[in-house]
């Protein structure tokens, strides 16, 4: 539950003590909301001690008459507009005209409450107004997570692009001054390393265009019927040749089983937990993986005998543009997105995604989805 800040600016003591009272008990809830909202009130009797109170402790509601000794709401409301507080305000007002009106909601006033008003007129303008503080502070939450989205993104791409691309130029300015020798033989290695980063460099953006593609696309734009053991078995072909490279076996267990997704949902989530399993896992180790129908889910299962995590960092596994860095991931590319995109589907159908593991024994992630 949340308590909203309510200043009451009126001449009049009994309009003010009226409001209180029927605000006292007064609680606002909407479906889309996850807290109720209580409120708490505060009094000003005129346009100067309502500043002076704003300046000191702004509220998140002001209950504003326009006809008031000396300064008048009108020009309070015009002084809020020029200092750009973030205040819903509702006029109080027993004159009100089309100019008024015009101006006021020029200067930032929500609404209108004239005088004299009931108890029920007034929680109705209070729970108009509520409604959209909450719009509001969705609003900016959202503008704000855009902004650390696109900053932790920018950062991602300097960092992630510029070192490979370092390393191909020095490594291309080697062979142009022919410091290892005049025959492209002489430089094999030197390939296989450029051959390495532009690798690292397509894995980051083929993960930032999936990363997109979750966020911005509906899941149910391409819905289709799709066997959870094909899907299972296309990757693990995918990534059949990295395992042979690392002495690494692949064993899947499962029937035919059928989901309602977009495939390419489902091939995502399969390479991104099978990539992992094969890149942090032991040269001759083993990665297992099951798909199964449970009472009420189905459960695709990954597990490796791999190097592990500590329970701190399994903690950070799922949080955007975030990697594991140790002693035993070190030289392991990543961009840090591949188990966030993978929770994030789940997520888009239901279900959630659950990881145990243990340093240097391995680790096992096991995604459930509701059947509908």
Not at 5 to 13: G, T, Y
Not at 134 to 158: A, D, N, P, W
Request: hydrophobic share 40%; proline share 3%; glycine share 6%.
């Amino acid at each position: 539950m949340e308590i909203l800040s309510i200043l009451v600016v009126d001449d009049e003591p009994g309009i003010r003590s009226g409001i209180k009272r029927i605000l006292a008990g007064h609680r606002v809830s909407f479906p889309f909301m996850d807290d109720d909202y209580t409120f708490h009130c505060q009094e000003a009797a005129s346009g100067e001690e309502a500043l002076a109170l704003l300046e000191k402790s702004p509220p998140e509601i002001l209950l504003l008459d326009n006809k008031l000794p000396g300064m008048d709401g009108m020009e309070v409301l015009e002084i809020i507009k020029q200092k750009k507080m973030d205040i819903m305000v509702a006029m109080i007002t027993s004159y009100a005209s089309l100019e008024i009106a015009a101006k006021a909601t020029g200067d930032g006033a929500w609404d209108f409450i004239p005088k004299p008003f009931t108890p029920a007129e007034l929680k109705s303008s209070i729970d108009l107004i509520t409604k959209q503080y909450f719009l509001k502070k969705i609003r900016r939450t959202m503008k704000e997570e855009g902004k650390k989205i696109r900053y932790q993104f920018l950062s991602v791409l300097s960092h992630e692009l510029k070192s490979p691309i370092n390393a191909l130029e020095g490594y291309l300015q080697m062979m142009k001054e022919g410091e290892l020798g005049e025959g492209i033989q002489d430089y094999d290695e030197v390939l296989d390393r450029s051959l390495q980063r532009v690798d690292g460099m397509r894995t980051l953006i083929m993960d930032l265009l999936d990363f997109t593609k979750i966020r911005l696309e509906r899941k149910d734009e391409k819905i289709e019927r799709v066997n959870l053991k094909e899907r299972a078995q296309m990757a693990l072909s995918t990534i059949k040749l990295l395992a042979i490279q690392r002495n690494i076996s692949l064993n899947f267990s499962g029937e035919d089983l059928y989901y309602d997704a977009d495939p390419s949902d489902l091939d995502i989530m399969f390479n991104n937990l099978l990539s992992n399993a094969v890149k942090y896992n032991h040269e001759g180790g083993s990665v297992k993986v099951s798909v199964d129908q449970l009472d009420t889910e189905l459960e695709i299962k990954v597990s490796d005998s791999g190097i592990g995590m500590s329970v701190e960092e399994v903690s950070q596994l799922f949080k955007e543009f975030v990697r594991i860095k140790n002693s035993r991931t070190r030289g392991i590319d990543g961009s840090g997105l591949g188990l966030s995109i993978v929770s994030k589907i789940a997520e888009l159908y239901g279900g959630h995604i659950h990881v145990t593991s243990v340093p240097e024994k391995g680790s096992e992630f096991s995604v459930l989805l509701p059947l509908l």
